[in-house]
C-alpha cells in the first residue's frame, strides 16, 4: 500500500499590517515607544549650561583676586590702563561674575521691575524664539503671523524697557559692576601674573564662550 504523499512545507505568512513596520517595532515596542526628539527649549538649556560650564572652567581664584599685597596705586594713566588691559586678560571670567552680581543685586532690590524682565523673557522665548514654525500665535482669538510677533514683542520690549525702572536698573547694574572692575584692574599690580596667551586669544574669550549657545541649532536660535 502506498504511503500518503508528504504535505509541502508551510510558507512564512506575512501579515500586511506589520509588514511596513519598522524593526524598533517589530522587536516588541509600539510606534508610541521611538525616542522623541529634543525640543528646541531643552536643546537651548543643555547648550547654556555647558557654554557656562566650559566658561567658568577657566575661573582664577578669588583669593588671588583679592590679594591686598599686590595692589599699588598706578604711576600713570598709561600704566592704569597697561594694568587693566592685563587684568582684564587674567580675571575676565572673575569680572564677569562680578558684573553680573552688580547686575543681579540691581534687579533683586526691585522685585517689581525683575518681574517685567523675566516675563518679557519668557514671551520672546515662548512666542518667538522657541515656538514651532507650524505653530501661529493666537491671542484673543486672533492669528498672529510671525512678522506681527516679531513686532508686537520688540514694541513690548522697547515700551517695557525704557518707559518703566527695567531699563534703567540694567544700566546701572553694569555700569556699577564695570567701575568695579575698572578700579580693581587698574590698582591691581600684575606682575606675579602669568598669562596664558592661547587662551587670551579673541576666539577664546570667556564671553565668547558663554554666549557659544546662540548659534545652537533650534528653531529661530
Request: glycine share 10%.
Amino acid at each position: 500500500m502506498a504511503s500518503a504523499p508528504t504535505p509541502p512545507p508551510l510558507l512564512p505568512v506575512i501579515n500586511p499590517a506589520t509588514a511596513g513596520s519598522s524593526p524598533a517595532t517589530a522587536g516588541g515596542g509600539s510606534g508610541s515607544d521611538a525616542p522623541i526628539a529634543t525640543p528646541a527649549f531643552r536643546l537651548f538649556l543643555s547648550r547654556l549650561s555647558e557654554s557656562a560650564r566650559r566658561s567658568l572652567s577657566d575661573r582664577r581664584p578669588w583669593g588671588e583676586l583679592l590679594d591686598r599685597s599686590a595692589f599699588s596705586k598706578p604711576d600713570s594713566l598709561s600704566d592704569a590702563t597697561s594694568r587693566l588691559r592685563r587684568n582684564l586678560a587674567y580675571f575676565r571670567v572673575n569680572y564677569a561674575a562680578v558684573v553680573a552680581f552688580a547686575l543681579g543685586a540691581s534687579l533683586l532690590a526691585h522685585p517689581f521691575s525683575l518681574l517685567i524682565l523675566l516675563g518679557l523673557l519668557a514671551a520672546w522665548c515662548f512666542l518667538y524664539l522657541f515656538r514651532a514654525s507650524d505653530q501661529p500665535v493666537v491671542l484673543f482669538g486672533r492669528t498672529f503671523s510671525d512678522r506681527e510677533a516679531l513686532l508686537g514683542l520688540v514694541g513690548a520690549s522697547f515700551v517695557l524697557l525704557f518707559f518703566t525702572s527695567v531699563a534703567s536698573l540694567i544700566i546701572s547694574g553694569l555700569l556699577v559692576g564695570g567701575a568695579a572692575v575698572a578700579a580693581h584692574g587698574a590698582f591691581r599690580v600684575p606682575e606675579d601674573l602669568f598669562l596664558d596667551e592661547p587662551n587670551a586669544a579673541p576666539g577664546n574669550s570667556a564671553t565668547q564662550g558663554l554666549l557659544s549657545f546662540l548659534g545652537a541649532p533650534g528653531s529661530g536660535v
